[in-house]
Each structure stands twice: as C-alpha cells, then as structure tokens.
C-alpha cells in the first residue's frame, strides 16, 4: 500500500506533485488528482496508482486534442494522426476519441459540410478538388460523395472566376482564356464548366466597359 504524504502545486498552473511514502512521486493536473479525491493521508493500492497514471495520460491527450480543435473543427483522422504524432497509445487515443464523441466535438459529416462551405466562401472549388481534400482529411467515401453532391459547381465557379478575373489586367481574350481557364482548372472544375464559366464573365466584363 502507498500513502500519499505529499500534495503540492507546482510551477505549472493548474499541476499539483503528488508524494507517496515508499518514495514515489507522480505529477498529475489539479483536475485528475481533484476527481479521484487525492490528498495527504489517503492510502492507495498499487491498482489506485496505475488509475492515477492512466488517468493522467488520459487527461494530457484530452487536453492536446482540444487545442488542436480550438482553431477549427478537424476530422477524426486529423486528430488520431496528431496524438500519434505526440507519442499517444492507441489506448488512450480511442479513450480520447470517445470522450470527444460524448461532448460532440467530432462529427466527419458535419466537418465535410463546415469544409466545403468554407471553401465556397472564401476559395470557391469544385467537387474534384473538394473530393481530394476530403479524402486527405480520411474520411470516408460516402461521406464525401453525400457532401460534396449538394455542392452547386456552377455557382462556385462562376464566383472563382469573377474573384480571379477582377485582378487581371485587360486583355485579349486568348491571354484571358488561358489564365482564368488555368486557374479554375487548379480550383478542380471541368472543362466544360469552365469554359462556360470564361465565356461567361467574359461578356459581363464586355458589357460593363461598354
């Protein structure tokens, strides 16, 4: 049996150093040590210690996981990919995953949707393009193929196309054609899309000068 002789904070917030009797010492966060009713006198069994060691494991990946969720939503994949990375077992990644599930913080159909309206908004892309990065966040083909369906190609390309060609210089309508048609091309758009799209803001820039 372990005894804890020592509870203390130390100089980083939020952390407390927990001594036991037979010379052991673990630091846990004030939360993990709070939730398992740590303090000085209270006797632990060797399976006690282990939970406050799993326990603070769990609590650490938790934690990095929701500061790589805080600047935007990520998929699943994305974060399994960064706790490996931070050296997390594969234990405690599903024990992570799960609690982000509870709380619902993940969520791959609604971060396919959060991604491509995104993407309407401020890149406009196509569903080749949209697909491809979808498939690099790891999710999963029907997913993909139910968000990126209701995707409006059209308007996409045309709203690109507009952005992209208030930048350009004037110009005959072979350099305007290669340019814009490069460009959309990148934004993953079909060629015939594209080439009504061109021929398209072609004749509203004509009319506009006119």
């Known amino acids: 049996m372990n005894t804890v002789s020592v509870l203390e904070a130390t100089r980083h917030k939020g952390r407390v150093r927990i001594v036991l009797d037979q010379g052991t010492t673990l630091e846990l966060t004030r939360h993990v040590a709070d939730k398992l009713g740590i303090q000085p006198g209270k006797t632990l069994c060797l ?31 994305e974060i399994r990919t960064r706790l490996r990375r931070n050296a997390v077992d594969d234990e405690t990644i599903l024990q992570v ?16 949707r959060f991604w491509c309206e995104n993407r309407e908004s401020f890149k406009p892309a196509g569903r080749r393009l949209l697909r491809f990065e979808l498939r690099q966040k790891g999710l999963q083909a029907s997913t993909i193929a139910e968000v990126t369906e209701a995707v409006d190609e059209e308007e996409c390309a045309y709203q690109a196309a507009v952005g992209r ?46």
């Open 47 to 77: 399976a006690e210690v282990e939970k406050l060691v799993n326990a603070e494991r769990f609590q650490l990946a938790l934690d990095q996981a929701l500061r790589f969720l805080g600047p935007r939503p990520r998929s699943e994949a």
């Open 97 to 112: 995953i799960d609690e982000l599930r509870t709380r619902g913080l993940i969520d791959d159909l609604a971060f396919a």
């Open 165 to 210: 060609a208030a930048r350009l210089s004037r110009q005959d309508y072979a350099a305007f054609r290669q340019d814009l048609g490069s460009f959309l091309k990148r934004r993953g758009f079909g060629y015939d899309l594209i080439k009504s799209t061109m021929d398209r803001v072609w004749r509203e820039q004509d009319s506009a000068m006119r």
